[in-house]
């Protein structure tokens, strides 16, 4: 089992910036990729940005030049730096980690943290 817990979320406004944390625990040496995931009112989960062990990163291309993601796999914490904040980032921001295949592949969330980026 692996526990996420978000923080650093809150009201900023538009141009901006925040800086997400998502602290792992439990069995954290099964995690490969981890990734943010934001839901707004009314729509779907939608994908921020995911990176892997190595490092590699990938961005929605509404947020690419404008947030960077991070990991410490010393502090088992990922980060989420984001920068010129528009109305429309206003969500619900979700920590995601995935274990490897040899760990059997689950998948974990944590419970969210609310970033509101007011015009």
């Known amino acids: 089992q692996v526990q996420l817990v978000e923080s650093g979320g809150g009201l900023v406004q538009a141009g901006g910036s925040l800086r997400l944390s998502c602290a792992a625990s439990?069995?954290?040496?099964?995690?490969?990729?981890m990734g943010w995931y934001r839901q707004a009112p009314g729509k779907d989960r939608e994908l921020v940005a995911t990176?892997?062990?190595?490092?590699?990163?990938n961005y929605a291309h509404s947020v690419k030049g404008r947030f960077t993601i991070s990991r410490d796999n010393v502090k088992n914490t990922l980060y989420l730096q984001m920068n010129s904040l528009k109305p429309e980032d206003t969500a619900v921001y979700y920590c995601?980690?995935?274990?490897?295949?040899?760990?059997?592949?689950?998948?974990?969330w944590g419970k969210g943290t609310l970033v509101t980026v007011s015009s």
């Open positions: 995601n980690a995935v274990c490897g295949l040899r760990y059997g592949g689950m998948d974990y």
């Open positions: 439990g069995d954290t040496i099964c995690i490969s990729a």
């Open positions: 990176i892997t062990s190595t490092s590699m990163t």
